[in-house]
């Protein structure tokens, strides 16, 4: 059973103008262990950071034009979250969240619902998730946990080398295209959104083709890191993206 | 002035390195009919080589501005803010930049690299030269380009776009870094990285395809800043005195002795198989140090340290730029102003390490230790 409830607190997006992002209601607080009476609000999940950053992005879009339409539309995701519902919707309000509406349903009805929602971008930490999305047709990227250092900068990371198990870049080239379009709005001088291209084993070859793939799907990047098989751990954390998106063999082409 | 090798020519009569099985430097114990074949598999092939393990390579790391010539698009940005800079950039980015002041020295790390391939096909002892730039990757495509265009051998690199990028030469193990800008030196100086400001000279003069060669000042650079402390506090005659009372202590290390020790390495690798003589890698000290005094002290630590310089140059308070123009080095390392412009001025390439007491003060044209 979905059921799909709007949040009254938090500005409608335009959904046919909108980057649609889909995050899970367990990422974005800590739901684990909670009593299910307590109606105290949840606390920050992994995903808050990310939501925080998305909504500065929005707040700088809109100055830059008030009738901006292309803006993050958060669609939280609630599977097997019945029970929370009220609470779920509680702690939203409780913290100002721009989250556009709520999708509670049941495990199975998950990927349905993406695809329901018109999702551009389903973000998650679980790396077989965003695999399975991938291949239902959505476009969907790693949710990196919060960095050392937190940043009020949105950073979106395009990882070069191929994956293990390569995606649809269909997808991908949309929501390149409509980040792409976001960040020249936002102008180059603004520092709320950076896109970041890293390739781990090849050299500048590699990288100067991802370049130009990206600027083809009408994405500016920010910054580019070669690393032609140096290590990529330290590099990775020194990056602290809160989005990657694992797989580049499109990219390559 | 006094011109003085420290390490006298050996004639290496009777050895014939290349035949026997040594444990090589690079740490692997192979037979000469190993490496052969190795080669054979090797001749003929277009591949490119495979970048080197940063622990294991001499990481080099440059600067845009270095590396290349962009004074223009400087302007464009200055004059016009960065985003018009940002758009002339990808209108010219099929237009090559030219060779900037750290370009001869890059292609001459690459002569020295081929020549290590030569000699030692498995070892990851080379010099890896990476790009490092607070440039905005809208400018990649150029940097790549450009790169293409002159055959250099630079695979790893970084454009932050306006970001520190101290932890990823933190990250590389960079052995030495060279950029345009002074403050970003300081900050690579500041955590324990060998760094330097370079400018482009008006004139350059010719310099070695074959044989890198990098020149050192000493107090502040191979050495600390102690002893120019002394001088600019209590005088020359203080300084003559404070050096021979304290003949046999150690002078503590200044920013570069890594540098000079990095290179050692790979220079006896060389002498390992016979070049000692047509070594592709020369070192040279150029002080204001005399020979007969404060130059001793100098030596000493040098020796205790375990490095070998090549040529020790003694200039007893000589202006350095007719020695420099006489070695022709790649690149000369000096922490005055005065000496870095003395230097340019007869077009040898020279850095300056914002390093020491001479930073505090102001430029004197006076002689100094």
């Known amino acids: 059973m979905v059921s799909t409830v709007r949040n009254p607190e938090a500005k409608q997006k335009d959904a046919q103008r909108a980057l649609v992002v889909a995050l899970t209601c367990q990422e974005l607080f800590h739901l684990g262990g909670a009593e299910v009476s307590s109606s105290e609000p949840y606390a920050p999940g992994v995903a808050f950071p990310l939501l925080q950053a998305m909504q500065v992005v929005n707040e700088r879009l809109l100055e830059l034009n008030p009738e901006e339409t292309l803006l993050f539309d958060v669609v939280l995701l609630a599977a097997d979250c019945q029970q929370h519902q009220d609470r779920i919707i509680a702690t939203t309000r409780h913290y100002g969240l721009d989250v556009s509406r709520f999708c509670f349903c049941s495990r199975d009805e998950f990927t349905h619902l993406l695809l329901r929602e018109r999702t551009h971008l389903f973000l998650c930490t679980d790396a077989r998730q965003v695999a399975t999305a991938s291949h239902t047709g959505v476009a969907a990227a790693l949710l990196q946990p919060a960095p050392s250092r937190p940043t009020q900068q949105l950073r979106v990371l395009f990882c070069t080398d191929p994956a293990d198990r390569p995606g649809t870049s269909q997808q991908v080239c949309q929501v390149a295209g409509l980040l792409g379009a976001m960040r020249s709005r936002l102008g180059v001088a603004c520092g709320a959104l950076s896109i970041i291209l890293l390739t781990v084993q090849g050299g500048r070859e590699s990288c100067g083709r991802a370049l130009l793939t990206l600027r083809s799907w009408g994405l500016g990047v920010d910054e580019a890191y070669c690393l032609a098989g140096a290590p990529g751990g330290p590099a990775l954390s020194l990056l602290a993206p809160h989005i990657l998106f694992p797989d580049g063999s499109a990219l390559q082409a | ?369």
């Open chain 2, 1 to 369: 002035m006094v011109k003085m090798s420290v390490d006298p020519v050996q004639v290496m009569s009777g050895q014939v390195n290349e035949l026997k099985v040594t444990p090589s430097s690079n740490g692997e114990s192979r037979g000469p009919w190993e490496e052969k074949e190795f080669d054979q598999d090797h001749l003929g092939l277009t591949t490119k080589p495979k970048s080197p393990k940063p622990e294991n390579a001499v990481t080099i790391a440059v600067s845009s501005r270095v590396l290349f010539r962009t004074e223009r698009e400087q302007k464009v940005f200055e004059q016009k803010g960065v985003e018009e800079y940002l758009q002339y950039q990808v209108e010219h980015e099929n237009e090559p930049f030219a060779p900037g002041p750290a370009f001869p020295f890059v292609k001459a790390l690459e002569t020295v690299n081929s020549r290590l391939r030569e000699m030692y096909p498995q070892s990851e002892e080379l010099f890896d030269i990476v790009l490092v730039t607070y440039n905005h990757a809208h400018v990649g495509i150029r940097l790549i380009n450009t790169i293409n265009h002159h055959n250099l051998f630079i695979e790893r690199f970084c454009m932050t776009g306006g970001s520190s990028p101290i932890g990823y030469l933190k990250a590389w193990h960079t052995n030495l870094y060279l950029s345009a800008d002074a403050e970003k030196v300081r900050e690579a100086l500041a955590e324990g990285i060998a760094a330097a400001t370079m400018f482009m000279p008006e004139k350059l003069t010719e310099v070695s395809e074959s044989q890198l060669r990098v020149a050192f000042d000493g107090d502040a650079v191979l050495f600390s800043d102690e002893s120019e402390r002394i001088f600019k506090a209590h005088g020359l005659d203080k300084f003559f005195e404070h050096e021979r009372e304290h003949e046999d202590t150690l002078l503590d290390h200044g920013p570069l002795k890594g540098f000079l020790e990095a290179l050692g390495k790979l220079q006896k690798k060389f002498y390992a198989k016979g070049h000692r003589l047509d070594c592709p890698i020369r070192t040279y000290l150029v002080t204001a140090r005399s020979a007969a005094s404060s130059g001793i002290r100098a030596l000493k630590t040098l020796r205790a340290w375990g490095l070998e310089i090549d040529e020790a140059l003694f200039l007893a308070g000589a202006p350095k730029g007719p020695m420099l123009e006489k070695i022709r080095p790649h690149i000369y390392f000096d922490d005055q102003m005065f000496h870095v412009e003395g230097a340019a001025e007869m077009g040898t390439v020279a850095a300056h390490v914002p390093y020491g007491i001479a930073q505090k003060q102001p430029c004197k044209k006076s002689t100094n230790a």
